[in-house]
Structure formats: C-alpha cells, structure tokens
C-alpha cells in the first residue's frame, strides 16, 4: 500500500487554459474525494465519489470544475478556463467502507496549482 | 451542519514547554474529531482521531487530545514541545455520514522557539 497518490506535485498554468489532475486512492477504497486549500486556511471540501458515482458536490464546485472516476479507481480533476483565484493546493483523499481505514480519511501530497 | 473553530491562527512555544491547540466544534449527531499536522507544501496526516470510544485518545508523535462533549471541545496537547513540531495543525469534523466527509478548522500555526 503506497498511499494515495496525485500528479502532478505543482502546476503552473496561464490564466484561461485547462488542467487536470490526477488522484489514485488507495487500493481497495471506495470512497474517494476532492478538497482545495487557500493559503492560510483549511481545506474545503469540493467532491466525494463512492465507486463511479460521484455522490456530492459542494457549490464551490463551479461549472468550470469536473471530477470523474470513470472506472471506480482513479479519478480527474479538470479545471476549465483557469482563473487566478483558482491558485491552491488540491487534496486528494480516500477511505474504505469497511476495515479499521473506515473511520478516516488518508490524503494525498497534493497538487499545487498556480495560475498566472 | 457542522463546524470547527480553532481558537488562535498562531501559537507559539518554547522548545520543551506545554503545547496546547485548542478546537470547538458543532455537530448535531455524535461526531468523528480529528487532528492532522501538515508541513509546508505537504498533505496532511492524521495525528490522532476521536470515534466515540474512550474520550482521551493518543496520538503519534507524543500528541494527545481529550474529547469534551459539555464543552464540545476537543484541545490537542503535548506535554513538551520539539522543534520538529512546529507545524500547521488543523482540527476536524466528520459525522460519520457523506462518505466521511470532513470539515476543517481554518488551522493554528505552532512555532517552537529555541
């Protein structure tokens, strides 16, 4: 078990382009979600996927923002049409439905996105 | 709805001296508390977890910290603190629902002094 994993590590992006990141969870995990951190503050919770079916979105998720976990493993983040304010840090967690990993979430390094 | 409020955005310590982080949460059902540290331009990792069994749970890294429902506080302590902890520290809350969802304190900067 090598954790969870996301690539890239950085990304730097110029305003008005698209990027996707990549998380792969933990072997076995059903559950896999999304956060964004500010500098200076706390992640904020963005989706949750339970296989490939993606069961909540927060309403920071914009019409610009795009999660998938087409085959219940790993899952994308695209962010089209990059803005400034989009510059963060992108956590990648995942948890088990059973087992002793049930009562928490294992997160990833991140992705550190800035847009210019 | 659920909420964390981490009483102080900074704390600072002298190297060997009492570490105290304190966390107020709210939830309407019983809740899941954590403590994750997170070193700069890192992920996060979990220090220690409350989940309804005994109300003083210890932690890596000498942390502990106390569940108090009439208090609805959950305070993370070490009784001497080390360089290598200074760190941001973040408290959480999840009600077990949602897939584990959880709700973050906006995080308390510890700086060690030597």
């Known amino acids: 078990d090598t954790g969870v994993s996301q690539n890239p590590r950085h990304k730097i992006t110029k305003r008005g382009q698209n990027v996707t990141f990549r998380c792969d969870p933990i072997?076995?995990?059903?559950?896999l979600y999304w956060y964004r951190q500010t500098l200076g503050q706390g992640p904020e919770f963005l989706t949750y996927f339970q296989n490939e079916a993606q069961l909540e979105k927060s309403r920071l998720l914009s019409d610009r923002f795009s999660a998938e976990r087409p085959k219940g493993s790993f899952s994308t983040l695209e962010i089209q049409r990059t803005e400034q304010g989009d510059s963060a840090m992108y956590l990648c967690a995942s948890s088990s439905l059973v087992g002793s990993s049930n009562t928490e979430a294992f997160f990833g390094q991140g992705t550190r996105l800035t847009v210019v | 709805a659920q909420s964390v409020t981490q009483l102080g955005s900074h704390v600072s310590v002298s190297e060997g001296a009492l570490v105290l982080l304190r966390c107020n949460y709210s939830?309407?059902?019983?809740?899941?508390l954590f403590w994750y540290v997170q070193y700069p331009n890192q992920g996060l990792q979990l220090l220690l977890k409350?989940?309804?069994?005994?109300?003083l749970v210890k932690g890596i890294n000498g942390f502990e910290a106390e569940f108090k429902k009439s208090e609805t506080s959950f305070h993370l302590t070490k009784p001497s603190a080390h360089m290598s902890d200074a760190a941001e520290y973040f408290c959480a809350v999840s009600d077990g629902t949602g897939g584990f969802k959880t709700i973050f304190g906006a995080g308390t900067r510890l700086f060690v002094k030597a």
């Open positions: 409350y989940t309804s069994a005994a109300t």
């Open positions: 072997s076995e995990h059903n559950r």
């Open positions: 939830s309407s059902v019983p809740p899941y």
